[in-house]
């Protein structure tokens, strides 16, 4: 798992216990009130179920040994009895994890995170792409290479449809491994916008379309983006050249095929949508190329069926004739 990944889930954990809840359950048995218990167990409710529901989560906890978080029997069990009964075992089992948990972020962020990503978390200029591989293997470096590559030529692409290729070109911010590769970017606002927009809608359009129909249709799946249209206006207003603007087309679609090929998408597009979204990522990895169809010895490439008809229908001709 990512560093990132990492400090992110560990704050969606301390969000979803809330303050409340956290003072109630890891303050000293000899600070704790036992009039708010019955309010502590509705907060143990919901804590441990939607703990649950996140992998990230569940390896956090483990992690850092709190997976008594994610028994709801266990939590209200112990926290239903009066605190003079409590044993502090327990509260040390729970207690100490917890804080060595909550108090690594600050110091993470600081040491590992560079300033501008922790500072601008929503920041329109940071572009950030993970790498899932939906046949969990190695990432060799060609396919590293060909992703960036690939993000680079659609940015710029992007960047003159827009009017606005001279305002700067892509910075690397961080790139760092883990279960995903995440590739962190800075570049212009609008131009990442853009980008963001164009790839959300390049896979939420083109996400069930095999890898072939793609490639060979790419006219007709692109015909409909936002961006392919942006071309347009601007081959219509003479301010491209029809050459300049197929070559800005076929860039734009090669650029998006070669992300998804790679097993690139943004983080907006999450892991898991009504479809596993990793998974559907196999189908734009390259597959085997079917070799040419046979040639026939007679030149044509007519089925010997339809050639045999057609032979018959020839020879009955000449009979009629007297």
């Given amino acids: 798992m ?9 704050k969606w954990i301390k969000s979803v216990v809330g303050p409340e809840a956290e003072r109630m359950m890891f303050a000293r048995a ?7 218990i019955p309010t502590l167990l509705y907060h143990l409710g919901r804590i441990s179920y939607l703990l649950s529901t996140r992998e990230d989560a569940k390896e956090v906890l483990a992690a850092f040994k709190l997976t008594a978080l994610l028994d ?5 069990k112990f926290f239903s009895n009066p605190v003079p009964e409590r044993t502090p075992e327990f509260y040390d089992a729970l207690t100490s994890p917890w804080r060595t948990m909550s108090n690594c972020v600050a110091p993470f962020e600081r040491l590992i995170v560079p300033k501008v990503l922790t500072d601008h978390v929503e920041s329109p200029e940071i572009l950030s792409l993970e790498m899932r591989d939906p046949h969990h293997g190695p990432v060799d470096l060609s396919r590293l290479t060909k992703a ?21 070109a892509l910075e690397l911010i961080k790139i ?8 962190d970017l800075k570049g212009v606002a609008d131009v990442v916008k853009h980008v963001k927009d164009l790839l959300l809608e390049g896979w939420h359009k083109l996400r069930h379309m095999k890898a072939e129909d793609l490639t060979e249709n790419s006219k007709a799946a692109a015909s409909s983006l936002a961006v392919i249209a942006q071309i347009a206006k601007l ?3 003479g301010d491209i050249a029809p050459a300049d603007a197929d070559i800005l087309r076929h860039q734009i679609m090669t650029s998006i095929y070669d992300l998804f090929s790679t097993g690139v998408l943004i983080l907006e597009i999450p892991p898991i949508e009504l479809v596993q979204n990793d998974k559907l990522l196999a189908g734009f990895m390259p597959r085997q190329i079917e070799g040419p169809k046979q040639v026939q010895t007679d030149g044509t490439d007519s089925p010997p069926k339809q050639r045999k008809h057609k032979a018959n229908s020839r020879r009955g001709q000449i009979k009629k004739k007297p």
């Fill in 176 to 183: 760092e491994s883990g279960s995903d590769i995440r590739i």
């Fill in 72 to 76: 709801n029997e266990k939590l209200i």
């Fill in 148 to 168: 960036s590559a690939a993000i680079q030529k659609l940015y710029m692409s992007v960047a003159t449809a827009y009017g606005t290729k001279k305002e700067g």
């Fill in 30 to 36: 000899e600070r704790q009130d036992p009039a708010a």
């Fill in 235 to 237: 081959e219509k207003d």
């Fill in 2 to 10: 990512q560093t990132m990944q990492v400090l992110s889930t560990i």
